[in-house]
């Protein structure tokens, strides 16, 4: 029996560009950045940079419920009353990465000033949490998992997800991950580690992925929630696809803690592997979506395995970084940026990698600098790496079928 096509018929997009998936994908293709300094007790004489998501309204259902809740209504589902099908059926496959860190960081504050009733139930900071939340709040009662892939943990969870309606253990699935990590234990771990970006003037230019004066990245905050279903339930429903799921490939690099091997043979060898998996020819593809760390070890690394896996049809695809405007988004940063390549299939356009100013010659692919562009997208490829040595390759391809069409705010 063949297995069923799966397709992304909704999404909840949030970053420093915006409380919307619409208004994110506009701040990107209109080369916004959000980083700005942070308002954070970091020392005297010193300050940290980051890209914060200005709250549009209180969390108070737990991290990932506004961006499910998003998600259905993009999907055209309820999020109250009755479902396509039984929420028996429904899966929650949401990762944090690291478990709710604002609340833990709320709770201990609390804490310290003597306010123990104040603190809530322990298990709502599990790495679970995001699952649990949107679980609770939608009254789902499927599989209920909790991914954990550091950086990569967006693109493990739908590719989980996608796997779950494959088998039959589930009929729609949502699916992503968030994170909200702008808090000086984190950011000062980075900046030991010699991954944070200099920030030697506005930080919107601080992060330069590909380019030869790239020093790391900045943390950001958001993340993702998508809909998935099979691709005959949607069409019988009357929803339209942004994407279907080709395939994907997960596997590890345990070279270094940070840095992937120099020779990024493992990278390229799950890009073959993913193409592989989704029947997509190297020549089909027109985008791929780097992880893009703006680091000085991993960039062209990245850029090696990819022309490794494509060949000669390597020039011809054109690549986007999206850190450079959102941030690393740490462990949401793979949802969010899947999201990206959803929309970027849907209106075949290609967001730009922006502050790429001066090419680094050993990044010899077209990284889409500071201007995006109109192109046809038949397939995209989208990788995450974390670290620890997680990596994850995605293959999105445009739906045959009826499809998501451009919205008129985006005209070509």
């Known amino acids: 029996m063949a297995s069923p096509r799966v397709v992304i018929t909704g999404i909840g997009l949030r970053t420093g560009l915006g409380q919307t998936t619409e208004s994110s994908w506009q701040g990107l293709r209109s080369g916004l950045s959000a980083a700005t300094v942070l308002k954070l007790e970091a020392g005297p004489g010193r300050f940290w940079a980051g890209v914060p998501i200005c709250e549009a309204e209180a969390e108070t259902e737990g991290p990932g419920v506004l961006e499910a809740r998003a998600a259905l209504a993009d999907a055209g589902l309820p999020c109250v009353g009755s479902f396509p099908c039984d929420r028996t059926r429904v899966a929650t496959v949401i990762g944090l990465s690291k478990g709710d860190l604002q609340r833990l960081v709320g709770w201990h504050r609390c804490l310290s000033k003597g306010l123990e009733q104040s603190i809530g139930d322990w298990t709502d900071a599990w790495p679970d949490a995001g699952s649990q939340a949107i679980g609770k709040a939608l009254d789902l009662r499927g599989p209920r998992l909790a991914p954990i892939a550091a950086c990569a943990t967006g693109v493990v969870a739908v590719l989980r997800a996608a796997d779950l309606i494959r088998q039959g253990a589930c009929d729609l699935a949502l699916a992503g991950a968030v994170d909200r990590s702008l808090e000086p234990l ?43 279903e099979r691709e005959d339930d949607a069409l019988a429903r009357g929803a339209l696809p942004y994407a279907e799921i080709g395939g994907g490939a997960l596997g590890s690099d345990a070279r270094h803690l940070t840095n992937l091997d120099p020779d990024p043979k493992r990278l390229s060898a799950l890009i073959v592997e993913a193409l592989q998996r989704s029947r997509v020819e190297p020549s089909e593809v027109d985008s791929v979506n780097v992880h893009g760390t703006a680091t000085r070890v991993n960039d062209p690394l990245e850029c090696q395995a990819i022309r490794r896996a494509l060949g000669t049809h390597a020039d011809a695809v054109s690549c986007s970084a999206n850190k450079a405007q959102i941030g690393h988004l740490l462990g949401g940063a793979g949802a969010a940026e899947l999201a990206i390549t959803c929309l970027s299939i849907r209106d075949q356009f290609v967001p ?61």
């Open 186 to 228: 984190v950011l000062g771990a980075f900046e030991r580690m010699g991954a944070m970006a200099r920030v030697e003037g506005a930080p919107e230019f601080a992060i330069r992925p590909w380019d030869r004066s790239r020093s790391g990245f900045l943390v950001g905050e958001g993340g993702a929630v998508l809909v998935l």
């Open 352 to 412: 730009p990698t922006m502050n790429l100013n001066d090419p680094d010659p050993s990044c010899d692919l077209d990284g889409t600098p500071n201007h995006g562009r109109f192109r046809e997208i038949r397939a995209a490829v989208k990788l995450s790496l974390g670290f620890g040595g997680h990596l994850a390759v995605a293959v999105l391809r445009r739906p045959e079928g009826p499809r998501r069409l451009p919205l008129e705010q985006f005209p070509h």
